[in-house]
């Protein structure tokens, strides 16, 4: 079946939620209230001309709360997560580009090797 490039972009979306959700929960932290928060944030810096500076909001997990991460001095190597995130949505694709059925070869039940078959062909 054709996979359609909408549903597709939203199962990446939600693929790419298991990360903070995980720091959330790890850090004994309720991962809807503030998973739902930062997407809010980030929902705005792409929407709102005004609020364009929140998309430097992260997690600060240990008050609990969404945070300015550039002002609060948390930078990250943005190279090494394009790479990684290219990687994966690469690899990703290149799966369900296989076309081939791949199918577990099972031998037929009637072994020609087997010692009931050399029996009654005469070999034993």
Not at 88 to 116: F, G, V
Request: charged share 25%; glycine share 4%.
């Amino acid at each position: 079946s054709v996979v359609s490039t909408q549903s597709t972009g939203a199962e990446f979306a939600h693929a790419m939620l298991v990360i903070p959700k995980t720091l959330v929960v790890n850090a004994a932290k309720d991962s809807t209230e503030l998973v739902a928060k930062l997407r809010a944030f980030h929902n705005a810096s792409q929407t709102i001309e005004a609020k364009k500076n929140f998309k430097w909001i992260g997690l600060d997990l240990e008050s609990g709360k969404c945070r300015d991460n550039k002002e609060a001095g948390v930078l990250e190597p943005e190279l090494s997560k394009v790479k990684s995130l290219k990687f994966a949505t690469e690899a990703a694709i290149t799966i369900l580009r296989i076309d081939d059925m791949i199918k577990i070869y099972q031998p037929s039940k009637e072994d020609p090797n087997s010692y009931a078959n050399a029996v009654k062909q005469g070999r034993l």
